[in-house]
T-cell receptor, first 112, second 116 residues
Framework: KQEVTQIPAALSVPEGENLVLNCSFT??????LQWFRQDPGKGLTSLLLIQSSQREQTSGRLNASLDKSSGRSTLYIAASQPGDSATYLC???????????FGQGTTLQVKP | DAGVIQSPRHEVTEMGQEVTLRCKLI?????LFWYRQTMMRGLELLIYFNNNVPIDDSGMPEDRFSAKMPNASFSTLKIQPSEPRDSAVYFC??????????????FGPGTRLLVL
């Protein structure tokens, strides 16, 4: 059974710092991995999707990497801003279905 | 496009009452997912549909929960009778192509359910 773990559960950094969020999964047989952002009281917004054949994806200040063999992904946020404060969720597609398995999330606070 | 639309946004009800949550997919999308989010268990997939057909309902907690897609753009999630442990945020999401895991899922704003 696929399990997704995110560490740390919470993170507080001063504005301008570069930071890394971690995600690990137990079954390396995945189709892709997605990183989502969730603001308080809101739904999820997809940030990056990495196919199993890819090593990384970039969007603006965000860079996500994938190491399938070790069951790990990282989300790198460069030059963090207070507007980046949110919960970041990692999710994997296991099997040839639309089924996503989510981690518990990392709640990020960027202090001005 | 207005995105995935969910109603109501908030629902407070008493134990034993029937609750119906509604979701409208993004136009042209063929896959529909219902998730539940709680502090204890995080985000869990309850059920998903491809082309109006339920594909996997293994996440539906009990027979008290049922989901339907009466047409290609609309879905309901019903809880009857509701219990306090059903209190959670329920999200609906849709994606473009049925059975295509590479497609991004687009989430609605969620329905916050409180069962007293």
């Amino acid at each position: 059974k696929q399990e997704v773990t995110q560490i740390p559960a919470a993170l507080s950094v001063p504005e301008g710092e570069n930071l890394v969020l971690n995600c690990s999964f137990t079954d390396s047989a995945i189709y892709n991995l997605q990183w989502f952002r969730q603001d308080p009281g809101k739904g999820l917004t997809s940030l990056l999707l990495i196919q199993s054949s890819q090593r990384e994806q970039t969007s603006g200040r965000l860079n996500a990497s994938l190491d399938k063999s070790s069951g790990r992904s990282t989300l790198y946020i460069a030059a963090s801003q207070p507007g980046d404060s949110a919960t970041y969720l990692c999710a994997v597609h296991s099997g040839n279905t639309g089924k996503l398995i989510f981690g518990q999330g990392t709640t990020l606070q960027v202090k001005p | 496009d207005a995105g995935v639309i969910q109603s109501p946004r908030h629902e407070v009800t008493e134990m034993g009452q029937e609750v119906t949550l509604r979701c409208k997919l993004i136009s042209g999308h063929n896959s529909l997912f219902w998730y539940r989010q709680t502090m204890m268990r995080g985000l869990e997939l309850l059920i998903y549909f491809n082309n109006n057909v339920p594909i996997d309902d293994s996440g539906m907690p009990e027979d008290r929960f049922s989901a339907k897609m009466p047409n290609a753009s609309f879905s309901t999630l019903k809880i009857q009778p509701s219990e306090p442990r059903d209190s959670a945020v329920y999200f609906c999401a849709s994606s473009l192509r049925a059975g295509a895991p590479q497609e991004t899922q687009y989430f609605g704003p969620g329905t916050r359910l409180l069962v007293l």
